[in-house]
């Protein structure tokens, strides 16, 4: 490694939070992930929403093959909050947890329908107050939809990632997420998540991370590095 190099590498790593190192790491996700969106298929905020619901403990892969049958069959928020709960239950089964969830888009459609007249609410305090949208959940609707950037969504990757980066220490996703709007500017609010997830299913997973493909190495000092230039 040239030692200019090895030396701005060092100089990075004494503060994790050292504007410079957190520009690098945006930098490094912007070149990785220049692209990266919601993987979970939608064509509304309403779609999104119930998408989201449904994602938790779940793969977006199984939502997507649940999804164009239960928006078929229920289109509207209105259509969804009269539909029987045994169908719902029916048809989300494959998701898990598959009564709960039943019940959350069903609350969530009974509530947009009949206090937002029938159209997802655009601020965080709104969203939250709908079944089945805690905070993250209202995040991912909020940004994706609307590209307000209210707070940060953390799911496990987010978690796990901005952890291992030294971007934050919390103990829960809300720690997390406090941390995380401390330290990155707001305009990268929305695209962190979305690269950062990216980045944690194909590079930086759970166990056994792929270090050695991993652009943003040279900045982490995790203790569970597989790998080390």
């Not at 905020?45 to 229920?74: G, H, K, Y």
């Not at 401390?182 to 990268?188: C, F």
Request: glycine residues 6%.
């Amino acid at each position: 490694m040239p030692v200019s190099r090895k030396k701005a590498i060092q100089s990075l790593r004494r503060g994790p939070l050292a504007s410079e190192r957190i520009d690098a790491i945006l930098k490094g996700l912007d070149e990785a992930y220049p692209d990266a969106v919601c993987a979970l298929n939608h064509r509304t905020p309403w779609e999104l929403l119930v998408a989201t619901i449904l994602s938790a403990q779940c793969t977006d892969a199984r939502v997507n093959m649940v999804t164009p049958e239960l928006f078929r069959r229920f289109p509207t928020p209105a259509a969804m909050a009269k539909a029987k709960i045994a169908e719902l239950e029916e048809l989300v089964r494959t998701t898990g947890f598959f009564r709960n969830k039943a019940k959350s888009i069903q609350g969530a459609a009974k509530k947009i329908t009949e206090e937002f007249g029938g159209k997802v609410p655009e601020t965080l305090a709104e969203l939250i107050t709908v079944p089945g949208a805690a905070r993250k959940t209202a995040n991912v609707v909020l940004g994706v939809s609307f590209g307000k950037a209210e707070g940060v969504v953390v799911d496990t990757h987010v978690f796990r990632i901005s952890r291992r980066l030294e971007l934050a220490k919390g103990d829960t996703p809300q720690e997390v997420e406090k941390e995380l709007m401390a330290v990155l500017p707001q305009e990268r609010w929305i695209s962190y998540s979305h690269q950062v997830i990216h980045h944690g299913r194909q590079v930086c997973v759970a166990r056994s991370p792929k270090c050695d493909k991993c652009n943003l190495e040279t900045l982490c000092r995790s203790k569970d590095k597989t790998w080390e230039s």
